[in-house]
């Protein structure tokens, strides 16, 4: 069982640069979303979806891109790193917006210098 | 909006001692309330839920009774293990809402 595959697992990146940060699911979630996990802050929620073709922006979107063409992905784009996006990123999904629990990614650890 | 209050920690044990973690929210709504569970180096986990008042979530010997009048779902064990030792996230979601995060209790259990 697969369940919500994030890759990869660890980035360093140089101030400046762009890149893509991919989740897949295969329990046919139609939520996905994206946190950010910083010390002291918790999970920030950074972008989210509630279905193909449809998304919106949480507590922490600017700086950051997201699309949803299929179900089963829902890649995070950083446009231009910053040093304040240092940090542990995390994909999750759920079977609808419901209050039912959430499947999460292993997570991203990303360092920009 | 809605939000939660745990405490941080560090919250260092010896093996074998009571485990109590507060958790209090404010949440829109009726909300299912959720605890979360993050060992070293890995992404979250659930360790239990519970969907309606009085109800008892538990899991790996955990325990967490949500009480809708004090709006609290506080996470009890009665004997914890080295292997206890993570991030524990306290998280309500009311039907229609995004999940709201605690920021987490960071739990060492010393042997």
């Known amino acids: 069982n697969a369940g919500v595959t994030q890759t990869p697992k660890f980035q360093v990146l140089k101030t400046g640069q762009s890149m893509t940060l991919q989740c897949a699911q295969d329990?046919?979630?139609?939520?996905m979303s994206w946190y950010r996990q910083d010390p002291g802050m918790g999970l920030r929620l950074i972008h989210y979806s509630v279905g193909a073709g449809i998304t919106d922006q949480g507590e922490v979107p600017n700086g950051y891109n997201v699309s949803r063409s299929t179900t089963e992905d829902f890649p995070l784009r950083l446009l231009s790193a910053a040093p304040s996006q240092t940090s542990v990123y995390f994909c999750?999904?759920?079977?609808?917006?419901?209050?039912?629990?959430?499947?999460f990614g292993q997570g991203t650890r990303l360092t920009v210098v | 909006g809605d939000s939660v209050t745990q405490m941080e920690g560090p919250v260092t044990l010896s093996e074998e001692a009571f485990l109590t973690i507060n958790c209090t929210y404010t949440a829109t709504g009726y909300p299912s309330l959720f605890w979360y569970v993050q060992y070293p180096g890995e992404g979250l986990q659930l360790l239990l839920k519970?969907?309606?008042?009085?109800d008892k979530g538990s899991n790996k010997g955990f325990e967490a009774t949500y009480r809708k009048e004090t709006t609290s779902f506080h996470l009890e064990k009665g004997s914890v293990q080295v292997s206890d030792s993570a991030v524990y996230f306290c998280?309500?979601?009311?039907?229609?809402?995004?999940?709201?995060f605690g920021p987490g209790t960071r739990l060492s259990v010393l042997p």
């Open positions: 329990m046919n979630h139609e939520y």
């Open positions: 999750a999904s759920s079977y609808g917006k419901g209050n039912t629990e959430a499947f």
């Open positions: 998280a309500p979601r009311a039907y229609g809402q995004n999940f709201v």
């Open positions: 519970a969907t309606k008042a009085d």
